[in-house]
């Protein structure tokens, strides 16, 4: 087995032997020593946005004449080969971590700069020649890179987000179109209410599911103000004028999309109501997804003894002693994909919260929990369309039978024979078996043609004007 070579590196603290071989230097090994958290790196979106707004820098301070070009022509190279996926293996912090990030940072300003020595000629760890804090991190504070990053990160993971969730409104409208055509009866409480078309149902779901969307993209427009520039708390300490006037410009130029530097730069660092409102838009669009899943569960409940209305495509055994038993599988993972989502909100709420002062130091842990929520969001509903959705088929003759055999009806001859006499008459349906229709015709109560209008399924699954007797 070959023998490790190392380098020694030293800090503020004492000296540590670096693998020779490592990017990564003496500030991320100690992260990387007392944060054995979660098991996993930063995320590959927070990387590519580190690295893209560590080469926004480079070129900020080299336009203000701060940085010499060559030095910054190596850290853009640099930054640019993490961009293209290149050293993320080098990032070697836990997501979650002490110090609101610093590890983070300083991961990527390692990496950046020992990436940079050796474009420039040199070997890892001669920081004489591109330093991590003089150099990469020139103008800047972790207090306003690593919330910018994760700012960035969002708006990468919301993209993938938006077009599954506007494949799965497309396919709730086409189930919609194709079930428009069959009655069945509508619940209220799990009881029989009135009649409804079931493409009125997965008409339902498709409007709470843009509902929810447009309720993210308006929670999304906050994400894209920057702190950059602020420095530690806001003061834009160690920043000059061209930098702090130009840098949040670079940064579109650079990500090729618009934001703004924050109006307040004291706020956007200490407050991040901007992630709660987020994740509070995810949340919902969490609940609607599971209580659309319970829905499908229950219509398609049975398939003997339930209300059968649907069927969910089979898609495995549901059972290892029961043979023939299906499963709502995938309905079921999306209910549990939400309840993560809403464990998720907690645990930013209180993160939120618990900031102090000038800086909330507990952005690690909510960053990791909007990555989740969003990617688990995402991969529950590409399931959720493509195992399930857009092979639902309906059982009409069954939604008929239902229909028929309830009292919902009455509901619709209120306005003619009032609610006392409407009960009455449901109740001795339900007791004698005989038809809503034959008892209204025996007692008198409405004649025939304005009967078989008013009961008409048809008529009473849309809003209309009842006529008067």
């Known amino acids: 087995m070959d023998k490790i070579a190392f380098r020694e590196e030293g800090d503020s603290i004492g000296n540590l032997n670096v693998p020779l071989s490592a990017y990564y230097g003496i500030q991320t090994l100690r992260a990387k020593q007392n944060f054995n958290i979660t098991g996993k790196s930063i995320h590959s979106e927070l990387i590519v946005a580190l690295a893209k707004l560590k080469k926004s820098c480079a070129l900020t301070n080299h336009a203000s004449g701060r940085l010499s070009g060559k030095i910054a022509d190596a850290i853009v190279i640099a930054c640019d080969e993490i961009i293209a996926g290149k050293l993320h293996d080098e990032f070697i912090v836990d997501a979650i971590q002490g110090g609101a990030g610093t590890s983070a940072n300083m991961n990527a300003n390692e990496v950046i700069a020992n990436r940079a020595i050796e474009i420039l000629g040199g070997k890892k760890g001669e920081y004489k020649i591109v330093h991590p804090n003089d150099h990469v991190n020139m103008s800047q504070s972790t207090n306003d890179i690593y919330p910018s990053a994760g700012k960035l990160a969002l708006i990468s993971l919301l993209k993938p987000l938006y077009n599954q969730l506007d494949r799965l409104y497309n396919s709730l409208m086409n189930k919609a179109k194709e079930f428009d055509g069959i009655l069945k009866m509508g619940r209220t409480q799990l009881q029989d209410a009135v009649p409804m078309r079931l493409g009125q149902s997965f008409h339902a779901f498709a409007t709470a599911v843009k509902r929810d969307t447009q309720n993210i993209m308006r929670a999304e427009e906050d994400i894209h103000y920057l702190n950059m520039g602020a420095s530690a708390i806001g003061s834009a300490i160690t920043v000059d004028g061209y930098y702090l006037d130009n840098i949040v410009e670079t940064i579109c130029s650079v990500c090729g999309d618009k934001f703004e530097q924050a109006e307040d730069l004291f706020d956007g660092t200490s407050n991040i109501e901007v992630y709660v409102k ?4 995810l949340k919902t669009l969490a ?18 003894t339930g209300l059968n209305e649907i069927n ?5 055994n549901g059972s290892s002693i029961m043979p023939g038993k299906v499963n709502p599988v995938i309905p079921e993972v999306v209910s549990q994909v939400a309840y993560k989502v809403f464990g998720n909100d907690v645990t930013i709420n209180f993160s939120a919260e618990a900031g102090q002062l000038e800086l909330n130091a507990f952005e690690p842990v909510i960053f990791y929990s909007l990555f989740e929520s969003i990617e688990c969001l995402n991969n529950a509903i590409s399931t959720l369309i493509d195992n399930c959705i857009v092979d639902i088929t309906a059982n009409p003759n069954r939604c008929t039978d239902l229909l028929e055999h309830s009292v919902g009806m009455a509901t619709a001859l209120t306005p003619y024979i009032g609610y006392i006499e409407a009960a009455r008459l449901a109740k001795e349906s339900l007791k004698t078996g005989v038809p809503l229709r034959e008892l209204v015709l025996e007692r008198g109560l409405m004649n025939k043609e304005t009967l078989e209008e008013v009961m008409s399924p048809f008529e009473v699954t849309e809003p209309h004007h009842f006529k008067k007797k």
């Open 278 to 281: 987020l994740s509070g838009a």
């Open 312 to 316: 969910l495509p089979a898609k495995q």
């Open 287 to 304: 609940v609607t997804l599971s209580k659309m899943c319970n829905d499908l569960r229950l219509m398609a409940s049975g398939p003997k």
